[in-house]
C-alpha cells in the first residue's frame, strides 16, 4: 500500500491502474468505512482511500480541532483491507490559498443537516469534487448513513456530468443497532447505553408508516418528543422522499426516516429507509 501526500505522484501511480474506486474519509476508520473499501474493491480493480479532515465543512463552534485524528491505525486498517493507496492530501495541499469557489448544492442541502450546519454541504460539496478531480476515480462510494451528503454527491455528480459512478454503501451498525460513527468516541459509557434509541426511535416511525400512517409531520413530532422524554436534544426526525428528500405526498412510497440528536455533547445522525425501494 502506498500512502501518498502529493497529487502527481497520485496521478503517477493510478493513471496506469486501470479503474479506481475512491472511498472519501475524515479518518478514524471503523467498521463501517472498511465495509465501504470492500464494496469499492468489488466495483474497482484499484482502491483509493482518502484521508482528510475538511475544515470547509466544519462550522467554527464545531469539533474540527477535536475530531479525531488516528492517522497510523487507520493505514494499518486499510492496509489489512488490500487498499492500494492512501490519498492523505495536507492542508496546504488542499487549500493553498483561501477557497473562494464553492460547490453551491440546490435548496435541498439547506434543510435537515443544512438547517442546522448552515454551509455544510457547500464544504463537502466543495472537498468531493477537489478529492475527485486529484484522484479521477471511475467509482467513487459513500455511506448511506450520512444520506443527505450522498444525495448531494450524486447531484453534484449528474448536473456537473462528472463521470464518476456513485455507489451507496448500507450503514454498518454495533450490535445494539447503533450506526457506527467516529462521534459516537465522544459518549460516556451512560450515553453509550442510551445511544441506540434513536435507532429504534426510527423504526418504531418505520413501523407506524408501515402499518398505514401517513400524517409524517405527527409521526416526526411524536418521535421527537420520545427522544426529548429520554434526555436528547433532537433537531430533527423527518419523513422524506427517499429520491430526493423532499416531502413525501400520500401516495409516495420509497421514503427514508432521517434524525439528528444531541446526546450530552454529541451529535448523531441517522436514518431508515422505508418501504418500497
Ligand atoms: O463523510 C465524510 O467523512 C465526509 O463528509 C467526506 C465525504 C469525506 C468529505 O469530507
Same mark, same amino acid.
Given at each position: ?187 460516556? !459509557? @451512560?450515553? *453509550?447505553?442510551? %445511544?441506540? $434509541? +434513536?435507532?429504534?426511535? &426510527? ?55 432521517? !434524525? @439528528?440528536? *444531541?446526546?450530552? %455533547?454529541? $451529535? +448523531?445522525?441517522?436514518? &431508515? ?5
Amino acid at each position: 500500500m502506498d500512502i501518498v501526500h502529493d497529487i502527481a505522484i497520485l496521478r503517477r501511480l493510478t493513471a496506469p491502474a486501470g479503474t479506481v474506486g475512491l472511498v472519501p474519509t475524515m479518518g478514524n476508520l471503523h467498521a463501517g468505512h472498511l465495509a465501504l473499501v470492500g464494496l469499492a474493491k468489488r466495483r474497482a480493480k484499484h482502491v483509493v482511500t482518502s484521508i482528510f479532515v475538511n475544515r470547509l465543512q466544519f462550522a467554527p463552534h464545531e469539533d474540527f480541532d477535536r475530531y479525531p485524528r488516528t492517522f497510523e491505525a487507520d493505514c494499518a486498517k486499510l492496509a489489512a483491507e488490500g487498499v492500494d493507496i492512501v490519498f492523505a492530501p495536507d492542508e496546504r495541499l488542499l487549500y493553498p490559498e483561501p477557497q473562494q469557489y464553492i460547490v453551491q448544492p440546490p435548496p435541498m442541502a439547506n434543510e435537515l443537516e443544512g438547517r442546522f450546519r448552515p454551509g455544510f454541504f457547500n464544504g463537502v460539496a466543495t472537498v468531493v469534487l477537489k478529492l475527485f478531480n486529484c484522484v479521477q476515480p471511475a467509482v467513487a462510494v459513500f455511506g448511506k448513513k450520512d444520506y443527505q451528503q450522498l444525495l448531494v454527491v450524486r447531484g453534484m455528480v449528474r448536473q456537473f456530468d462528472l463521470p464518476i459512478e456513485i455507489v451507496a454503501g448500507e450503514t454498518t451498525r454495533e450490535a445494539d443497532g447503533l450506526a457506527m460513527s467516529s462521534r459516537n468516541n465522544y459518549l460516556s !459509557a @451512560a450515553e *453509550r447505553a442510551e %445511544a441506540p $434509541r +434513536l435507532q429504534r426511535t &426510527l423504526r418504531e416511525v418505520g413501523a407506524r408508516i408501515a402499518a398505514g400512517e401517513r400524517d409524517y409531520s405527527a409521526l416526526g413530532e411524536s418521535a421527537l418528543r420520545e427522544l426529548t422524554k429520554a434526555g436528547w436534544k433532537p433537531d430533527y426526525v423527518e419523513v422524506r422522499r427517499r429520491a430526493d428528500l423532499a416531502e413525501p405526498q400520500e401516495t409516495d412510497n420509497s421514503l427514508v426516516v432521517l !434524525a @439528528a440528536a *444531541r446526546l450530552g %455533547a454529541t $451529535r +448523531l445522525i441517522d436514518n &431508515l429507509e422505508v418501504g418500497k425501494t
